[in-house]
């Protein structure tokens, strides 16, 4: 058994906005579609307009199913000897680097994600190799938790 704590566990951000707005997209083709007076103009245009609606909204829906299966089955796991990411609902896979080949850790707040409090993180280690992970929560708090890892590393 190694003496490797866990500091810090963090999932992606609950980001649901895209697939949300297509999904209000898809609604109001589909109200459109019966909204619209039935002319002789529009009456060529109505069922397209009902049947995009139902693609968009059927698009939408599948957008948030990813969206949510994405948000619990990707991990970002500090611990006091190695920065670990855990993604994959049915094939799982693993990625980490030791807290002493980390070179850099970048934090990148888009403007949309600054806006919900959330960023993504890109960590560097010494050979090149990069885990990326994101968009989550407070990108900040992460940093410095792996910064404070990081310190204590080197002190023992």
């Known amino acids: 058994m190694t003496d ?3 500091l810090c566990v963090s999932r992606l951000h609950g980001l649901f906005i895209m697939p949300v707005i297509v999904l209000i997209i898809g609604i109001i083709l589909l109200i459109l579609s019966y909204v619209i007076p039935r002319s002789l103009i529009f009456s060529l245009i109505l069922p ?3 049947i995009l609606g139902v693609a968009v909204i059927i698009i939408g829906v599948l957008l948030l199913i990813r969206a949510v299966i994405k948000a619990f089955t990707y991990n970002l796991i500090i611990t006091s000897k ?3 990411i855990r993604k994959g609902l049915f094939c799982k ?3 980490d680097i030791r807290l002493e080949c980390v ?3 970048n934090v990148d707040l888009p403007f949309f994600l ?9 960590i560097y280690s010494v050979g090149q190799r990069k885990l990326k992970f994101g968009p989550v929560s407070d990108p900040k708090n992460i940093r410095n938790v792996i910064m404070k890892a990081l310190d204590a590393q ?3």
């Open 4 to 6: 490797e704590t866990e």
């Open 48 to 50: 397209f307009l009902m």
């Open 82 to 84: 190695r920065i670990i």
């Open 93 to 95: 896979k693993e990625q």
């Open 103 to 105: 070179d850099g850790i």
């Open 114 to 122: 600054r806006m919900s409090g959330a960023g993504k993180i890109k």
């Open 154 to 156: 080197r002190q023992q």
